[in-house]
């Protein structure tokens, strides 16, 4: 099966299409440790594939505080995200912050500035390809994007390729780990 | 009002001799109403691009691109990616536009012709002078039609002039779109707003036309509750299912069982608004299958004996299906003809003959000839029905585990399924005998049956899922209020103040089609955890059915729990689509009756009332079709926000407000012209919501309005906040935005709220009691 398969048959990408299909957990840490200001973007899905032994508001937010993210939760999750007392755990809709990160004068979450990427997790596939289309065409000179749900998202700058439930729990894994080195 | 004098004559015998069939028509005569017309009679596509302006400069198209090239002419594809022009010019955010503004003239010519067609009929059958009656409690009978035509009718024929209007209007639309037009997003978008507006009046003339000849309920609070559910379906009798939108078929058939004494030897039921239709006509002898992704599931039970399509939104392939269970099919609107032969005028016995011996594949008989569709469709379904005895069942358990079995378990059904339903999964369980995680899929799946085109080894997943749920579905049961139509104007004269002054905390509409991301249960929890609120919840469409499919503990349905009055904590179903125009025409009603203000051809001016003082809030959570883009469009530019599920995020665009930007939220106080400051109210003009906890929080907010007294915004608040706390667990962040003065926040949450005001350096300030956004208001209503 090929990896860059669409998470949804019909979807298929434009011209533009994700610089970077990530293969390995590695790639995705550096790039999320290279980012100056980066903000996850954390949907209500988050949760859909945890198991004893992954959890993601867990992950999600130690991956926040390794790389001293921003956490945008657009839903109900919020509530357990307060519960990690991760004080840098913003709430605001998902169609609010797409539309405040396609304006470059946004000063982020904490008015100190915009952010340089911005990582989407635990989003519908069509719903994710809708926003990060929007932020691919007018957004696409300050701002690079990631999708770490376990879908190739061609609209995000970096993206994983589709893979199955088990193999990107452990990739998810893997990048914390690397990331808290 | 203007108005065609026509003089006809069949026969008359003079001195001279015998005159026959004479029509003599004499361009047209002015007859004058009390009402003085305002400035935009018969608003062309200009007329209010400066009120369009208003909400766009507030509301600012957010652009999702759905695909990010253009293939409408032979220079393309163009790639429009990252501001590129294609070789037209076009850029990306007007091609996003213009492709609304494509879906909204669809949308709007599918009513149209819908209410063209069926004025028609209805003038050959009742004459041009019929009454527009709607009962003794309508006196404003048509909102739409005299706000944006100026002309107030009184008769089916009256309503030719509004007709001939908004078919020239979409056309203009429409040529719009043509390469070499249009070039400025924001001028689309001002014309997806008319194409809405157009659509509206359009709805409300198909509506108030039926409702006034037809015996339907005429904004009867008390219509009756009529059965919906397949299990409610006596399939011991010949079943014959009508679906699309239209009343005609449903008529025949009725009539003809009627006429004929067979009334309680065939079953009659429908999908999709012809259910609304059929029940609205005969509320005792019509049943509601179920909204219109059933239409699947009740074709592959094999259940019905006759198929009648009429038009919109039905399956194009439904002929296939219904060949594989052997109905007959009877196809009757001439926009849809399914390749079939045109009998309109063949002998009906002749007809049914075909038909049974399988001589013709199905057969058009025009949606005019309802006593010809009514007896053939009857007929046959008697005649079909013993043969077909084989096809009314499902396969066994052992069959579908057998089918199962063929699985490959390739997932492309998985990637197909536009909810990503875990299919797969299912599939594995079923070969292994365990089918209940095929019976799980059932409340999710809209019955696409993508999956099946997608599935290598041929499996037909929906009559599997199905089989799987046989008891869920033979026990679907329930009860749905039949469609009242119009909101009578002694309900607006009592919920007009409450509702301006904010002590309703809102009206919730919950419209559209049944694309639900999440299930349909979910509509059903967002209206009644509104109608607990004492908000006023309308519905309509497949929304309306889908809220009547779920029972509480004690068997009973919302609508079974809640009144059907136009009032706080009333569940008032409107009626099929083309009815959704009396809840936007409740709105404007309020502007009229209550607040007095003129209401002819002056719709800027009670667009600005109804944006700035009705606190109303769509919620289309299933929305799919072109006509849904249309009629929310319609809501836009009387300035009412509408929220979709998130399927509707492929709309392509949002309508978003920025609560950061206070400059974006001033009006002016139409009593000193003073620039004030309003705070987002309402926040966004169309939102696409990834969940239903969002939507709920979102509606609740989107219901204040710039004129809401203390005690109105305080109630308001006390919903927001409280549905916030509910599924957020805190405070909202914006609160200090919609608290004006200290008395403006719930007593309850006095001091919690106060504490939170603190911290974000709130200051007191002054309400509006007359907002407006246009400056040629400033003390005009005083």
């Not at chain 2, 048509?142 to 944006?148: I, S």
């Not at chain 2, 069959?399 to 492309?412: F, H």
């Not at chain 2, 499996?459 to 469609?483: C, H, N």
């Amino acid at each position: 099966m090929s990896k860059e398969l669409t998470g949804q048959i019909a979807e298929i990408p434009g011209p533009i299409k994700a610089l970077v299909v990530i293969k390995e957990p590695k790639v995705a840490a550096a790039i999320i440790k290279k980012a100056k200001r980066p903000l996850i973007i954390v949907g209500d899905l988050a949760t859909k594939y945890d198991e004893k032994g992954f959890d993601s508001i867990s992950l999600i937010t130690e991956v926040g505080k390794a790389v001293n993210a921003h956490i945008n939760v657009t839903g109900p999750l919020i509530r357990k995200f307060r519960e990690t007392g991760y004080d840098k755990v913003y709430f605001m809709s998902a169609p609010e912050v797409v539309d405040r990160l396609r304006d470059e004068s946004w000063k982020g979450h904490d008015g100190n500035g915009g952010y340089d990427l911005v990582i989407f997790i635990g989003f519908r596939y069509y719903y994710a390809w809708l926003m990060l289309n929007g932020l691919k065409h007018y957004a696409f000179k300050w701002l690079k994007t990631m999708s770490l749900d376990p879908y190739y998202q061609p609209n995000a700058t970096y993206t994983l390729p589709t893979m199955k439930i088990g193999e990107w729990r452990e990739f998810i894994k893997k990048i914390l780990n690397i990331i808290k080195g | 009002m203007t108005k065609r004098l026509r003089f006809r004559v069949d026969e008359l015998k003079t001195d001279i001799g015998v005159l026959k069939g004479l029509e003599l028509q004499v361009g047209k005569i002015v007859e004058e109403w009390e009402e003085p017309e305002g400035p935009t009679p018969m608003p062309s596509i200009a007329d209010l691009r400066k009120w369009d302006y208003k909400l766009l400069q507030r509301y600012k198209p957010m652009y999702l691109p759905f695909c990010d090239l253009c293939c409408l002419c032979t220079f393309g594809k163009c790639d429009l990616s990252r501001n590129k022009r294609g070789a037209c010019g076009l850029d990306i955010s007007a091609q996003q536009s213009r492709i609304v503004l494509l879906a909204c003239c669809i949308g709007a010519a599918t009513h149209l012709a819908h209410a063209r067609d069926l004025v028609e009929w209805l003038i050959e059958n009742y004459g041009r002078n019929a009454p527009i009656d709607l009962g003794k409690q309508v006196f404003l009978e048509a909102p739409h039609v005299r706000l944006v035509t100026g002309i107030k009718p009184k008769t089916l024929g009256d309503l030719e002039d509004a007709l001939d209007y908004a078919e020239t209007e979409v056309t203009r639309l429409l040529a719009c779109t043509h390469i070499g037009q249009e070039g400025s997003n924001l001028d689309f978008e001002s014309k997806v707003f008319h194409a809405g507006m157009l659509d509206h009046v359009a709805m409300e003339i198909a509506d108030i036309a039926q409702t006034a000849v037809l015996g339907f309920p005429k904004a009867d609070p008390d219509a009756p509750l009529v059965d919906i559910g397949l299990g409610t379906i006596d399939i011991n009798k010949p079943v014959i299912m009508v679906i699309g939108h239209m009343v005609e078929p449903s008529v025949g058939i009725i009539d003809y069982l009627k006429k004929s004494g067979l009334e309680d030897s065939v079953e009659v039921c429908g999908l999709c608004c012809s259910a609304h239709e059929l029940t609205r006509y005969s509320p005792e002898r019509g049943k509601i299958v179920g909204p219109i992704s059933w239409q699947l599931r009740f074709v592959r039970t094999g259940v019905p004996d006759v198929i009648v399509l009429d038009e919109q939104c039905i399956r194009t392939d439904l002929p296939l299906e219904a060949k594989k269970i052997n109905a007959v099919v009877i196809a009757t609107s001439a926009k849809n003809m399914q390749g079939f032969p045109d009998m309109t005028h063949e002998d009906p016995d002749k007809i049914v003959e075909l038909l049974i011996a399988k001589k013709i594949p199905g057969v058009f008989i025009h949606e005019s000839e309802t006593e010809k569709i009514g007896e053939v469709a009857v007929k046959a379904a008697i005649k079909i029905a013993p043969l077909r005895a084989r096809y009314k069942a499902l396969p066994s358990e052992e069959e579908i585990i057998k089918m199962a079995e063929k699985c490959v378990q390739c997932g492309n059904c998985v990637r197909a399924c536009p909810h990503n339903l875990p299919i797969q999964d299912a599939m594995l369980a079923a070969k292994n005998g365990n089918l209940k995680k095929l019976a799980e899929l059932y409340d999710h799946c809209i019955a696409c049956i993508r999956c099946e085109k997608a599935c290598r080894a041929n499996i037909p997943i929906l009559t599997l899922i199905m089989k799987a749920s046989e008891k869920i579905f033979k026990a679907e049961k329930f009860k749905v209020r039949a469609g009242r139509g119009p909101i009578q104007d002694t309900e607006i004269r009592t919920v007009g103040q409450p509702i301006v002054l904010g002590e309703i905390p809102g009206v919730i509409a919950f419209v559209g089609c049944a694309n639900y991301a999440n299930g349909g249960k979910e509509v059903m929890e967002m209206c009644e955890e509104f109608l607990k609120r004492n908000y006023i919840v309308t519905v309509s469409g497949c929304a309306a059915m889908t809220i009547g499919m779920y029972k509480n503990e004690e068997g009973k349905t919302l609508y079974e729990l809640y009144p059907g009055t136009f009032d706080a904590g009333g569940l008032v179903n409107v009626g099929s689509c083309v009815a959704n125009a009396h809840i936007s025409g409740a709105a404007i009603k309020i502007a009229s009756i209550f607040a007095k203000r003129n209401l002819r051809a002056n719709y800027a001016e009670i667009a600005d009332y109804v944006h700035n003082r009705v606190g109303a809030c769509g919620i289309a959570w299933g929305a799919m079709s072109q006509k849904a883009a249309s009629i929310a469009s319609g809501f836009w530019r009387l300035g009412v926000p509408v929220i979709v599920g998130p399927h509707g995020s492929k709309y392509r665009r949002m309508l978003l407000g920025r609560k950061d930007r206070e400059e974006d939220w001033y009006v002016y106080d139409a009593f000193t012209g003073e620039k004030v400051y309003v705070g987002p109210v309402p926040e966004h003009l169309f939102y696409a919501a990834e969940t239903k906890e969002e939507a709920m929080v979102m509606a609740a907010k989107l219901c204040m309005r710039a004129s809401d007294t203390t005690k109105g915004r305080s109630i308001k608040l006390t919903n927001y906040i409280d549905l916030h706390k509910k599924f957020f667990g805190e405070l909202p962040d914006d609160l200090h935005l919609f608290i004006r003065r200290e008395a403006d926040i719930p007593i309850t949450m006095k001091d919690e709220i106060l504490e939170f005001l603190r911290k974000k350096g709130w200051e007191e300030r002054r309400e509006v009691p007359n907002p407006t956004l246009l400056e040629e208001l400033v003390r005009k209503n005083e």
